[in-house]
């Protein structure tokens, strides 16, 4: 694994051992740091769970990403080869930094509150629901100035928390990032998902490594909707559900979205052990893998 980081740091442009090791919470923090950490992180877990990740396709019966986990996501189903997931996503960091800086925006989860009622004054504070994740969260995002006067005037029973994060991901507002990582893209050759992938435009199934492709580059500037992942992940039956790290926030949205679910996230090494009986306990039923949002 050693060898692989160093190779996947080399593809990347950054010192991933380092990062994901000794550096510190500042260091991280910088999306185009943080994204492509995400991405390894997420693959190598999965190498570790399934011994390779051809056979992590061969054995979820369904793969799903949010936000940046769609590269981890096609990582493992085959769409990109571990390589070309890693320089598109470093692109991607370099590319959403770059517009972040740009202007001022940034990112509220909206906690609770009628869902109607919340997209409604979303609208009409001129905001994106740049996240809608289900489970009564949604993500707002936004210039400064819009979230400050919606923070003013928040809608009924709803809880506002901002982001940590640099700018207003998945909004108009990156459309300079989508322009560089499709310049990028042009050298790839996607290959079509040996599983089930969905894509967080709409939650359907894509079976085709092209548009898998296209839609990773216009999600740089469009809403994630996790929620309708979430529907089609019960709608094709699944009974199981493992996380790759850094893991927890998406298996806290499947607990109460998915009833009846066995979930687990794979927060440390301690976890795979117990991730790889899941898989066992439910070989014949319907699995599913997610990666991680950023």
């Given at each position: 694994?050693?060898?692989?980081?160093?190779?996947?740091?080399?593809?990347?442009?950054?010192?991933?051992?380092?990062?994901?090791?000794?550096?510190?919470?500042?260091?991280?923090?910088?999306?185009?740091?943080?994204?492509?950490?995400?991405?390894?992180?997420?693959?190598?877990?999965?190498?570790?769970?399934?011994?390779?990740?051809?056979?992590?396709?061969?054995?979820?019966?369904?793969?799903?990403?949010?936000?940046?986990?769609?590269?981890?996501?096609?990582?493992?189903?085959?769409?990109?080869?571990?390589?070309?997931?890693?320089?598109?996503?470093?692109?991607?960091?370099?590319?959403?930094?770059?517009?972040?800086?740009?202007a001022d925006t940034g990112m509220?989860?909206?906690?609770?509150?009628?869902?109607?009622?919340?997209?409604?004054?979303?609208?009409?504070?001129?905001?994106?629901?740049?996240?809608?994740?289900?489970?009564?969260?949604?993500?707002?995002?936004?210039?400064?100035?819009?979230?400050?006067?919606?923070?003013?005037?928040?809608?009924?029973?709803?809880?506002?928390?901002p982001l940590s994060v640099a700018?207003?991901?998945?909004?108009?507002?990156?459309?300079?990032?989508?322009?560089?990582?499709?310049?990028?893209?042009?050298?790839?050759?996607?290959?079509?998902?040996?599983?089930?992938?969905?894509?967080?435009?709409?939650?359907?199934?894509?079976?085709?490594?092209?548009?898998?492709?296209?839609?990773?580059?216009?999600?740089?500037?469009?809403?994630?909707?996790?929620?309708?992942?979430?529907?089609?992940?019960?709608?094709?039956?699944?009974?199981?559900?493992?996380?790759?790290?850094?893991?927890?926030?998406?298996?806290?949205?499947?607990?109460?979205?998915?009833?009846?679910?066995?979930?687990?996230?794979?927060?440390?090494?301690?976890?795979?052990?117990?991730?790889?009986?899941?898989?066992?306990?439910?070989a014949g039923t319907t699995a599913?893998?997610?990666?991680?949002?950023?």
């Amino acid at each position: 694994m050693a060898e692989r980081f160093e190779a996947w740091s080399k593809v990347a442009g950054l010192d991933l051992v380092r990062y994901g090791t000794t550096a510190d919470a500042e260091e991280i923090r910088d999306t185009a740091v943080a994204q492509p950490l995400l991405v390894s992180a997420g693959l190598a877990a999965a190498t570790s769970l399934f011994g390779d990740l051809a056979t992590a396709a061969d054995t979820a019966d369904a793969v799903a990403g949010h936000s940046v986990g769609e590269f981890t996501a096609a990582g493992i189903t085959g769409v990109l080869t571990p390589e070309e997931a890693l320089s598109l996503v470093a692109e991607r960091g370099r590319g959403m930094a770059e517009a972040s800086a740009a202007a001022d925006t940034g990112m509220t989860a909206v906690l609770g509150g009628d869902r109607d009622e919340v997209l409604a004054a979303l609208a009409a504070a001129g905001l994106t629901a740049a996240n809608d994740n289900g489970s009564g969260q949604i993500v707002a995002a936004g210039t400064a100035e819009q979230l400050a006067a919606f923070a003013e005037n928040p809608p009924a029973r709803a809880r506002l928390r901002p982001l940590s994060v640099a700018g207003a991901f998945h909004t108009e507002h990156m459309a300079p990032a989508v322009q560089r990582v499709q310049e990028a893209a042009r050298g790839a050759a996607p290959a079509d998902p040996r599983t089930r992938l969905l894509t967080n435009r709409d939650g359907s199934v894509v079976a085709s490594g092209r548009d898998y492709l296209d839609l990773l580059v216009s999600q740089i500037s469009s809403p994630v909707r996790w929620d309708a992942c979430t529907a089609t992940l019960a709608d094709l039956g699944v009974s199981a559900l493992i996380e790759l790290p850094p893991a927890g926030t998406l298996t806290g949205l499947a607990k109460r979205a998915l009833r009846g679910v066995e979930t687990l996230a794979v927060k440390t090494p301690d976890d795979l052990d117990r991730a790889r009986e899941l898989v066992a306990e439910h070989a014949g039923t319907t699995a599913a893998s997610e990666g991680r949002s950023r």
